[in-house]
């Protein structure tokens, strides 16, 4: 069962194809790691499943829905940047996912704030980026969502916490949910993972499980490398 | 789940008004402190009117930062909370119009409570004398019966409503147009020629149907006459009353629900989140 199928997925920035023709689909239940060298759009085809991009050429259904209203009730989106407003402060980000995500767990939130160390009453632009990451973390990962998308979630996280995050994330995600993970950090993160997307130059190069990828001994990384070697 | 996106925009945009009303508030005060110190005559009714001009200034001030904050909240960098959130696109942009409407008219609200304030501070300053003058200019000119200010208030305050409405909808089209590839590339100056340009055609269409369909009301001492020709209407009436033509008002309306779906279209359409 597929729980994102894309068809001539096609995105363009001026002359530049980002994603050109697409096919493919990512099964349900899995762990994925979406990879790619830098400026391949794997941020670009994140807001395309999360409906934060509109304007492309082809279709993308999630769960046999067209990203919208409909798709961001069960999918989890956890970008690159900070979305919380500045005067919000980590009790107010909380209330504003307990208002709007009915698969939200306000409990959760609080628990993992205090896990963090993030006081309820700190207002988002007193925070670094590190604490704003994890108060992020914190958001997407109490709800109990059938689609994880998390893009680059230990970015601006430094080493010794990475692990711990890692733990988190696989503690936290719901029972038989999936998760779409992009990450340069391949060797932090790919233990984790069963299922890998590779795309570069606008197309899907790889698309396979993790299992039949490393069957020969080769890892994520030795795989990455190798298809991307020509990049630079 | 329209009053939750309510209670958030309007909790959104008192972060950034509230600093509007505590320079009114410290105005006022300044104002009033001085009304109570001088003791120039001329100085005192100043006082009062600095007020009242500074809450005209906030009416502009306010408008821009519903504007900005509807851009930030849209497609700054809390658009990736606010785009992400299962709601209808057209409740979202319908939520911002509601939250902004309400700070604007409370700060219309305060503008016309410091008109009465200003007036009140002149009469307790300069006596009736000033408040006598007005009313023989009146009874020169006829004095307008408790109706004909009732109605012409109530209308011009109903016209002001529809005005602001079309301003700010106009202001989330042209945001939106905006940030749209290729007119994102003009920014702010995009935005304030596009918010131009569609107040322009509305006001231009307003004021043209209103000399072609010249329907509305025409008050004269405790009659009121619904008419299709509110000048002809007048003229039988001897020429004395209040004609208020309601065409111009309903194409505004219009204008502003009509404005509302492009906006919808080209966020659900065109827009990419940056």
């Known amino acids: ?232 | 789940m329209f009053g939750k996106l309510l209670k958030n925009d309007l909790k959104a945009q008192w972060h950034s008004i509230s600093t509007i009303f505590l320079c009114i508030a410290f105005v006022a005060v300044g104002a009033e402190i001085f009304t109570l110190t001088t003791k120039q005559q001329a100085m005192k009714v100043l006082g009062g009117m600095l007020v009242f001009i500074a809450l005209g200034f906030a009416c502009i001030v306010v408008l821009i930062a519903v504007a900005l904050m509807f851009s930030k909240t849209m497609f700054g960098r809390a658009g990736y909370l606010t785009l992400s959130i299962p709601v209808k696109t057209s409740s979202l942009l319908i939520s911002k119009t509601v939250s902004g409407l309400i700070w604007i008219f409370s700060v219309y609200a305060l503008f016309i409570g410091s008109l009465f304030l200003w007036v009140y501070q002149v009469k307790q300053t300069l006596g009736n004398q000033i408040l006598d003058s007005v009313e023989s200019i009146l009874t020169i000119f006829g004095v307008p019966s408790f109706l004909t200010i009732f109605i012409g208030i109530l209308f011009f305050l109903i016209s002001l409503a529809v005005l602001t409405l079309v301003m700010v909808q106009a202001l989330q089209l042209s945001i939106t147009l905006s940030n749209i590839s290729p007119i994102s590339k003009f920014g702010n100056i995009g935005i304030i020629v596009m918010f131009f340009v569609i107040f322009l055609v509305v006001q231009t269409v307003t004021t043209e149907l209103s000399d072609l369909l010249p329907i509305g009301f025409v008050v004269d001492a405790d009659t009121v006459k619904f008419t299709s020709n509110i000048v002809r209407t007048k003229a039988a009436m001897g020429g004395g009353g209040l004609s208020i033509g309601i065409c111009g008002s309903i194409f505004r309306l219009l204008a502003a629900i009509g404005l509302h779906y492009p906006t919808v279209y080209l966020i659900q359409h065109k827009i990419n989140i940056k």
């Open chain 1, 1 to 232: 069962m597929d729980i994102i199928t894309a068809q001539r997925l096609s995105k363009s920035y001026g002359d530049n194809n980002v994603l050109n023709d697409m096919y493919f689909t990512l099964p349900k239940g899995e762990v994925i790691g979406l990879f790619g060298p830098n400026g391949c759009g794997k941020t670009t085809l994140m807001k395309i499943l999360t409906g934060l991009i509109h304007d492309y050429d082809g279709s993308v259904l999630i769960n046999g829905n067209v990203p919208g209203e409909k798709t961001k009730a069960f999918t989890a989106y956890l970008p690159e940047q900070t979305f919380v407003h500045d005067w919000m402060r980590n009790i107010d980000a909380v209330d504003y996912f307990n208002d709007f995500f009915t698969d939200f767990d306000k409990n959760k939130a609080l628990e993992m704030l205090k896990k963090f160390g993030l006081p309820e009453k700190q207002k988002s632009k007193t925070m670094s980026k590190g604490m704003q990451e994890k108060l992020l973390l914190s958001l997407v990962m109490s709800r109990k969502a059938e689609l994880y998308i998390l893009d680059e979630p230990m970015g601006g996280v430094d080493p010794a916490t990475r692990a711990g995050i890692l733990n988190f994330i696989m503690e936290n995600y719901a029972d038989k949910a999936t998760l779409l993970i992009s990450t340069h950090l391949i060797n932090d993160l790919q233990s984790v993972f069963t299922h890998a997307l590779f795309i570069g130059g606008g197309k899907v190069l790889i698309n396979d499980s993790v299992e039949a990828l490393t069957k020969d001994g080769k890892t994520i990384e030795d795989i990455f490398k190798e298809v991307f070697s020509n990049v630079w």
